[in-house]
């Protein structure tokens, strides 16, 4: 399912550019408050889209503003937890046919790097395993945002896309229009310093 360019993370992720007031610190993806999203986007049969989202995963990142290199980032998504808002969809999505998730229940991201690009924006660089299939993907990603929060913790929240190959995943779409044969993947959290 991808393609290094600029998803969903993870499934994934996303992470780390750097501010002044930052400090090195690992942080934990807040789910509890809903301030996380692996989302997704894909066309359908080239007429419009279908949007849908992971609704259960976790994801801790190492953010260190002044060694942007050494940020790092993990996500684990249950795959079974897939919502388009169309129950029948969502059980072909989740069958044999596509993303066999009685046999890969969970898709993961692990980063294996991080080059800064510019200001607040960076290229996490890691693999997305997904359907037994592990492939290295790239997302560019940026900094939405950090400091502290009106309950004495503090957060720091990013963004990232990328296109996603769903046949490098195992995904057999060669049945369809090729305009569905990609996936967008977009992935947006902030996460708490511990």
Do not use: C
Not at 76 to 85: A, C, I, K, R, Y
Not at 102 to 130: H, K, M, Q, R, W
Not at 147 to 173: C, H, K, N, Q, V
């Amino acid at each position: 399912m991808f393609k290094k360019t600029a998803l969903a993370t993870a499934l994934g992720a996303v992470a780390l550019v750097g501010v002044s007031q930052a400090q090195a610190a690992d942080y934990v993806v807040d789910t509890e408050g809903q301030h996380a999203f692996v989302q997704f986007k894909i066309n359908h049969l080239g007429f419009s889209y279908i949007l849908g989202n992971f609704e259960s995963f976790t994801g801790q990142f190492y953010y260190d503003a002044d060694n942007l290199e050494a940020s790092s980032v993990e996500m684990e998504v249950d795959v079974t937890s897939l919502n388009t808002n169309h129950a029948e969809r969502d059980r072909h999505f989740l069958s044999d046919d596509f993303l066999s998730a009685g046999t890969y229940p969970t898709a993961t991201f692990v980063s294996t790097g991080f080059e800064p690009s510019g200001d607040n924006e960076g290229i996490l660089t890691g693999e997305l395993t997904l359907k037994g299939e592990t492939r290295e993907i790239e997302m560019p990603v940026t900094l939405v945002g950090e400091g502290e929060d009106p309950w004495g913790s503090y957060r720091a929240g990013f963004e990232g896309s990328t296109m996603l190959t769903l046949g490098d995943f195992g995904i057999d779409m060669s049945a369809f229009p090729e305009v569905m044969h990609e996936l967008e993947l977009y992935v947006t959290f902030e996460g708490v310093r511990q």
